[in-house]
Nanobody, 122 residues
């Protein structure tokens, strides 16, 4: 089971930190990722991190603003979001991959959380 937290309302240019807790079975040896879905749009990739954390990938739209990290001892995944804009308003989902290195494709992730809403006010 994956459970996101940390969403909410942020001001333009502000920051939020999302967290995702996972069961050991989902977390162990698997890459993890964050996706988001804005109202009326398709789900899109945001960030991914390898099992050991040595490799990360970010969507171009969040590079330089978002950081993905993980704490394997706590089975926890994080997304630090800085410089938020209205374009970042969406439901954010964490996901566990089918392999140890992340990818941008949703089809490569087999477990998904329920999502947490992030709303950025201008």
């Amino acid at each position: 089971q994956l459970a996101e937290s940390g969403g909410g309302l942020a001001q333009y240019g502000g920051s939020l930190r999302l967290s995702c807790s996972a069961s050991g079975r989902m977390f162990l040896n698997n890459a993890m990722g964050w996706f988001r879905q804005a109202s009326g749009k398709e789900r899109e990739f945001v960030a991914g991190i390898s099992w050991r954390g040595e490799s990360t990938i970010l969507a171009d739209s969040v590079k330089g603003r978002f950081t993905i990290t993980r704490d394997n001892a706590k089975n926890a995944l994080y997304l630090q979001m800085n410089g938020l804009t209205s374009e970042d308003t969406a439901v954010y989902y964490c996901a566990a991959a089918r392999k140890s290195f992340p990818s941008r494709g949703a089809e490569d992730y087999r477990y998904w959380g329920q999502g947490t809403q992030v709303t950025v006010s201008s």
